[in-house]
Nanobody, 114 residues
Framework: QVQLVESGGDLVQPGGSLRLACAAS????????MGWYRQGPGKRRELVAS???????NYADSVKGRFTISRENAKNTVYLQMNSLKPEDTAVYYC????????WGQGTQVTVSS
């Protein structure tokens, strides 16, 4: 059973930056694609960014140019660097490993507010 643990969520002012991290247990991290999702108040969960086992990345249009997903296989960790944060980025951010079924972390709260 793979466990995913997110960290890095915080309260930040508009225009600020945060880096989220997701650490995975076990030895299979490097062979699976990973993703970051978010769910804002009253909204559906949406895919923010994903990264393949080979490092290919994809982003939601709303975060392109501001967010960067990366992975460090030696540390079983995937990151989400978030810059130029906006109030609409406020959400619980979840890490996902694209196994069958998808495995989820518990989420970390990001609040963008002045």
């Amino acid at each position: 059973q793979v466990q995913l643990v997110e960290s890095g969520g915080d309260l930040v002012q508009p225009g600020g930056s945060l880096r989220l991290a997701c650490a995975a247990s076990g030895s299979i991290f490097s062979i699976y694609a990973m993703g970051w999702y978010r769910q804002g108040p009253g909204k559906r969960r949406e895919l923010v960014a994903s990264i393949s086992s080979g490092g290919r990345t994809n982003y939601a249009d709303s975060v392109k140019g501001r967010f960067t997903i990366s992975r460090e296989n030696a540390k079983n960790t995937v990151y989400l660097q978030m810059n130029s944060l906006k109030p609409e980025d406020t959400a619980v951010y979840y890490c996902a490993m694209f196994l069958t079924p998808t495995h989820w972390g518990q989420g970390t709260q990001v609040t963008v507010s002045s």
